[in-house]
Structure formats: C-alpha cells, structure tokens
C-alpha cells in the first residue's frame, strides 16, 4: 500500500505538523482519518504505513502511541449475565 493511499486527506502527515498537539487531539484526527479511508481498506495495514512513514522517526510524538494503539485489538467485552448482572456492584 502506498502513502497516498494510506493517507488519503493527508490528516495524519498535517497531526505530526501541528506543534504541541495533544493525545486527544491526535485522537480526534485518527477518528476523521479512519473515516476518510476508501471501503475495503484495512485500518490496520494503513496504520502500520503510517508508522513506516511517521512514527519511526518520532517515536514520542501522541500520534505515534494513536497509530501503535490502531494496531492493538481490544479487549473482548466481560458481561455478567442472569440475576448477578442485573444486581449491580455491592448488592
């Protein structure tokens, strides 16, 4: 995959211009720049583009952590079912 693909609006090349941007804000951007991307493409082989390209020579900059934590698979959700689930905590 190439840049241009991975980046197509250029949001996240313009996060890693932008001079003390907050992990929110990079937050906020990624959002937009998952969105922008074409059907089909996978966030994850973008992302690791990306990283490639940008976080490799600015580790420390948030929108390095956004695009590493783009890679990580969430947590599988806990549900506590029947009568237990429905008591809530304390009772």
Known sequence: ???SEADPKGLV???YRIEAITGGECRSIFIDWALSLPVG???ADAARVLIATYALTEPDHP????LSQ??????APRRRGGRTGRQGPGA
Request: charge should be negative; aromatic fraction near 0%.
């Open 63 to 66: 929108m390095s952590t956004v």
């Open 41 to 43: 493409l996978s966030v």
């Open 1 to 3: 995959m190439e840049l």
């Open 13 to 15: 090349r313009e996060s």
């Open 70 to 75: 783009a890679l990580t698979a969430p947590e």
